[in-house]
């Protein structure tokens, strides 16, 4: 399955209500709301508020990424998201903070940034749902994408199907029509997508997206 979550960082939050039905009219499976502090990374983006007011106006999904400096300090703030995902760098003990996860009834996604290396997570992959490869430096969108962390999915996806295990493979940042594409090639299934979802008609980028992603489906 494909899934694809449209980044409301890239909306006109003027209108967020109206960017957000229009993505939801094109497919999306949920939204990806980043919550930035001005210290993991330097920028500012939404907070648990934005949760709540998007619960009114959508049935779909929240995934709240946690782009902060001390995510366990507010994850019970998030216990309203479906997914909370957080950055593996940015907890002392991830395995703890996973556990904390789940006891506020949440699904669990880590992220690994670029100059990350995933091997180190091995442990925990057989209690994550998602496991977000960045291709971007996290705080900003609209920056291209790094096709090197592809080797991070693909190892990904051979881990996945020796172990039998069945986390989604995600990538956040720079994904586009044709990225998104390179990405399903080497074995993602959850792509986050800002810039190119909240462009033009977002119905219809968020349709394209899907299709283009659908064209390269592995079937392994
Ligand atoms: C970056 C965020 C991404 C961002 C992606 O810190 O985690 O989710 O919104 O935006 P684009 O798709 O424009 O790179
Ligand atoms: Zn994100």
């Known amino acids: 399955m494909l899934h694809l979550s449209p980044s409301i960082l890239a909306a006109d939050t003027a209108n967020l209500a109206v960017a957000v039905c229009a993505a939801e009219a094109g497919g999306a ?12 990374v330097a920028n500012y983006a939404f907070s648990p508020k934005t949760l709540a ?5 959508t049935t779909l999904p929240l995934h709240a990424h946690l782009e902060v400096g001390n995510p366990d300090a507010v994850l019970s703030l998030f ?13 002392p003990n991830l395995t703890s903070t996973i556990a904390a996860i789940r006891r506020l009834g949440c699904a669990v996604g880590v992220a690994v940034n670029r100059n990350r290396s995933v091997e180190p997570l091995l442990p925990v992959l057989d209690r994550v749902d998602l496991l977000l490869v960045m291709a971007v430096e996290p705080g900003f969108g609209g920056q291209p994408f790094d096709a090197s962390v592809l080797d991070k ?3 990904l996806h051979a881990q996945r199907a020796s172990s039998r295990l069945d986390f989604a493979i995600g990538v956040d940042g720079g994904v586009n029509l044709s990225t998104i594409a390179l990405s399903v090639a080497a074995g993602a299934d959850f792509f986050a997508v800002g810039s190119a979802a909240f462009t033009g008609d977002i119905t219809e980028s968020v349709r394209q997206l899907r299709a283009a992603a659908s064209a390269n489906r592995r079937l392994t």
């Not at 499976?29 to 993991?40: E, F, K, N, R, T």
């Not at 216990?79 to 907890?91: G, K, L, N, R, S």
């Open 29 to 40: 499976d949920s939204l990806h709301i980043d919550i930035m502090d001005g210290h993991y």
């Open 53 to 57: 007011d998007l619960r009114r106006v």
């Open 79 to 91: 216990a309203a998201a479906d997914m909370i995902i957080v950055q593996e760098d940015a907890t």
């Open 153 to 155: 999915v693909r190892w």
